[in-house]
């Protein structure tokens, strides 16, 4: 049972190692990015609420979100841990998290901060906008989804410093690098042993 969040900049790479990381566990990544990104191309309820707020590289509101959240981390494949990529982004997100996780009788066993430089996460998200053409991966959006990470979403780490659940990852290298430095530091803490691919 691994209970993880990755956190860090866009184009900080945290999708991708993410999902390696959760593969290598056994357990789900639960990204609401793509949730949502999910949602409006399917044209749904959902995704028509959020289509816009998306692409201006804003918030989702945090009930919903949060109830999102509440649902997916309620399905089985959940119940063996998970990883959250992507929230909590904010203050009252943790809070909502911590609500719920509280009320299962769980915690976050670790948070991964994937650190990176913030030239090199401008550049890597150019390189995603020329080769995925993301609609929020425009200059001025990026800018703002910048933004709203330093004010916003780089605080939630200062809580779960408080915790002792922080694990401060180097994000520049290849991706193989990364991800082995990232197990590493979760084996140093007792978890996912033997769990390495
Ligand atoms: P991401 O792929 O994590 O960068 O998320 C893409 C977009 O989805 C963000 O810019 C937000 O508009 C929205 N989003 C993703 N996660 C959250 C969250 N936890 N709270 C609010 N909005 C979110």
Known sequence: MTRLLIVGPQG???GTQGIRIAEAFGIPAIST????RGAVAAG????????????AGDLVPDELT????????????AEGGFLLDGYPRNLVQVMHLD????GV??????VIELDVP????????ARRAAEQGRSDDT????????????RETAPILDIYRTRGVVDRIDGVGTLDEITDRIIASLQARGLGRGAAA
Do not use: C, M
């Not at 749904?44 to 692409?55: F, H, M, N, P």
């Not at 109830?67 to 494949?77: G, K």
């Not at 200059?139 to 330093?150: C, D, G, H, Q």
């Open 33 to 36: 990015g793509d949730v949502f």
């Open 118 to 125: 913030r030239d090199e996460s401008i550049a890597r998200i």
């Open 139 to 150: 200059e001025e959006v990026i800018a703002n989804r910048l933004a709203i990470y330093e």
């Open 105 to 110: 009788d769980e915690a976050l066993d670790a």
């Open 99 to 102: 609500e719920f996780l509280e």
């Open 44 to 55: 749904t309820d959902l995704g028509r609420q959020v289509k816009a707020i998306i692409e």
């Open 66 to 77: 949060s109830a999102i959240v509440r649902e997916r981390l309620s399905e089985p494949d």
């Open 12 to 14: 900080s790479g945290k």
